[in-house]
């Protein structure tokens, strides 16, 4: 069924993929992120309709949900928003940076979802089920060196999803965990490490086939285009050359006899 659905995280790699896989799917989407230059483009390329809202400020989630809630049902809401900073040690690593963490992938999910939530039960209600998709990470399972407030906060995600769903038991509302490992986004490694393109670079460099945004995208659009009664409770979705977040093949693959 093709409903309406929200994207946070719009602007850029995952979430941009989604919002296109969505609309070639026929789904009315609303992206949402902070950079509007961004959302505007897209949504002029896709026919997405586009919303800025930055998920860390209570007043834009706010204001999001009252753009929704004027605009009709809600069918679904993928909670894509989020990201790393810093690859430090636990002892070395910036409390700020954690905070920043902390702050868009757990507190920003948590906004987002209780906003919203109102309207996805009406939705619900119109077509029988509604579904809130959350993309955490393999970080969000398993711990590796220098993870510290990425590791923490992704498990933290984790949690929560898991929680929500636990508490949604009994209604029409599939909730679903997206666990990527290496994704090869524009983005997301230049934004760890504060905009050094060469250590964001070296973080995929000889990888054979890291995932694509659009190799992400088709997982959450097929979680949500299964049956309604069919919950993808956690899709864990990695690179063949990834066999952990730090154990990662480079080079071609090839073939090992014993
Ligand atoms: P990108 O950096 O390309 O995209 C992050 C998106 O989140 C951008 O659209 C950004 O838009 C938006 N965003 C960031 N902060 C906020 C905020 N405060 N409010 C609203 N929007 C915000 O990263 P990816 O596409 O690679 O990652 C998307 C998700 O997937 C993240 O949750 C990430 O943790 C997760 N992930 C990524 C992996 C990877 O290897 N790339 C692996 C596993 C999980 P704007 O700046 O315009 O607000």
Do not use: C
């Amino acid at each position: 069924m093709a409903g309406r659905v929200v994207v946070t995280g719009a602007s850029s790699g995952i979430g941009e993929a989604t919002v296109r896989l969505l609309r070639g799917r026929g789904w009315d989407v609303l992206a949402v992120a902070r950079r509007e230059d961004r959302l505007r483009a897209l949504a002029d390329e896709t026919g997405a309709t586009w919303f800025r809202a930055d998920v860390t400020s209570d007043d834009d989630v706010a204001a999001l949900r009252a753009h929704v809630e004027s605009t009709g049902p809600l069918h679904a809401l993928v909670n894509n928003a989020g990201g790393a900073f810093g690859l430090d040690s636990v002892e070395a690593g910036s409390v700020d940076d954690w905070q920043r963490m902390f702050d868009v992938n757990v507190l920003g999910t948590k906004r987002v979802t209780a906003a919203l939530l109102p309207a996805l039960r009406d939705g619900a209600e119109e077509a029988g089920v509604a579904d809130v998709v959350t993309v955490t990470s393999i970080a969000g399972h398993v711990a590796y060196e220098g993870g510290g407030g990425y590791n923490a906060s992704k498990f933290a995600e984790h949690a929560l999803v898991a929680v929500l769903r636990l508490e949604l038991a009994g209604e029409p509302i599939r909730v679903v965990e997206i666990a990527p490992g290496m994704v090869q986004t524009e983005e997301f490694s230049l934004v760890r490490f504060g905009g050094d393109q060469a250590r964001a670079d070296a973080v995929y460099a000889d990888v054979p086939g890291p995932l694509t945004a659009d190799d992400v995208a088709e997982s959450i659009v097929h979680a949500m285009e299964l049956p309604s009664h069919v919950n993808l409770d956690l899709v864990t979705v990695k690179p063949v050359a990834q066999a952990a977040p730090h154990r990662v093949a480079r080079g071609a693959l090839a073939v090992r006899r014993p």
